[in-house]
């Protein structure tokens, strides 16, 4: 457990730099409309710095918020048509969806749940838990091979 929060905990290190330097000042878009599967309530999309930076700051109304990037030279790079597959701790999905961009927010209800992101067929897995009343960010950083 403890190696897998150390490999969540570097992704997440070296991609949100990355991407927060693509940010600057100046107005935030609107963010698209949500989306509902099921019991969750869900928005997807970031293009663009104007609707990134939307996203970074609706993330605190999200209780699980998801970052997706390629790791690219010199920087990380955001993606998109990322195949996201959520389970809760009973194995039961409850969210399958494909992002519109790099950022999926979701209304989940507290606890423990499997995140599974697939962009071209290559396939990672991580394990957030959710608590109330706050936000769980989770990044996904694909590796060029």
Known sequence: MKLAYTIVLSAALMIRPA???QTQEGPVASLPAEKIAGQVR???GGVGREEADAFRQAQRD?????????????RAQFTAG????????????????ISDGPFLLAKLPAGRYTIRATQNGKTLDRVATVAGGKST???FLWQDE
């Open 137 to 139: 960010h989770v990044a």
């Open 82 to 97: 990322v195949n996201v597959l959520i389970r809760d701790a009973r194995g039961s999905t409850v969210l399958e969806a």
């Open 42 to 44: 869900y928005v997807t």
């Open 62 to 74: 999200y209780s699980l918020a998801l970052e997706f990037g390629n790791q690219a030279t010199p």
């Open 19 to 21: 991407f927060a330097a």
